[in-house]
């Protein structure tokens, strides 16, 4: 009995072996057939895609600058990133579907908040910048109340004893299957001072935490990210 148990055993190990084989030879072997690093990097650098990428930046940081002209509000400084990624789209168990490089574009921008929040977001209001969502179609925000924003945008704020986090929330994105990082960048305005990262994220936490002492508050405007609300994601075909 032992030993029909072991057999059944070492059968499914076997079958389970092929099964894993066959997948990683399906989306291994199809990213490694596909065009190098180097050509696509070259298709990153390419002047039609800087050209979108640039005017994607620009859109973004307009954007910023109607948020900060709302009374009220002292703009401290704007955390950027961009990732550019490899991905391959497959239907089914045929062949990819697509091919592309995949850009995405991220801003998170720090206001400090000369007076009451309510004011502000008053303001933002009747400028048309921003309003309350609805929770049931947005769901709820980090204190478990109602979101501020648009579909494009996010707000949020210091609350009592739920102070804002002073880290840039711009990391580079999760790695899915069939994708492949080919360049991330992250830079700030103003710009961070010269040295090593760590160096340079505790400069910009100390900024921060001198725009909330002095101001009272700190609010927060969101563009991409994990939520995806506004940013920009676009996508260039390559052939293989």
């Known amino acids: 009995m032992t030993g029909k148990r072991r ?19 399906r989306f291994g072997g199809t990213n490694l057939s596909g065009p190098s690093k180097r050509k696509l990097r070259r298709l990153v650098g390419s002047p039609g895609v800087e050209s979108r990428r640039a005017a994607a930046e620009r859109a973004m940081g307009a954007v910023v600058e109607r948020v900060g002209a709302c009374g009220g509000l002292e703009h401290v400084v ?9 991905r391959t789209e497959f239907a089914g168990f045929g062949s990819p579907a697509a091919r592309k490089v995949t850009c995405e574009l991220r801003a998170v921008a720090y206001f400090g908040v000369r007076g009451e929040v309510a004011d502000v977001l008053d303001g933002l209001r009747r400028y048309g910048l ?30 009592p004893g739920s102070p ?22 992250r ?24 725009a909330r002492a002095r101001c009272g508050t700190l609010l927060v405007l969101r563009l991409g990210g994990p939520g995806r609300y506004g940013g920009t994601r676009f996508t260039v075909r390559y052939e293989k």
């Open 130 to 159: 921003a309003d309350w969502l609805p929770p049931a179609e947005y769901g709820p925000a980090r204190s478990g109340g109602p979101e501020f924003g648009t579909p494009e945008l996010r707000i949020d704020w210091d609350r």
């Open 7 to 25: 057999s059944l055993a070492t059968e499914c190990a076997r079958t389970l072996g092929l099964v894993g084989a066959l997948v990683l030879a």
């Open 78 to 86: 704007t955390h950027w990133a961009e990732t550019f990624s490899r």
């Open 187 to 210: 830079w700030s305005v103003p710009p961070r001072s010269p040295g090593r990262t760590t160096r340079t994220d505790r400069a910009d936490r100390a900024r921060l935490a001198d």
């Open 164 to 185: 804002l986090p002073l880290r840039d929330g711009v990391r580079a994105p999760r790695r899915g299957i069939g994708s492949g990082r080919l360049r991330h960048r």
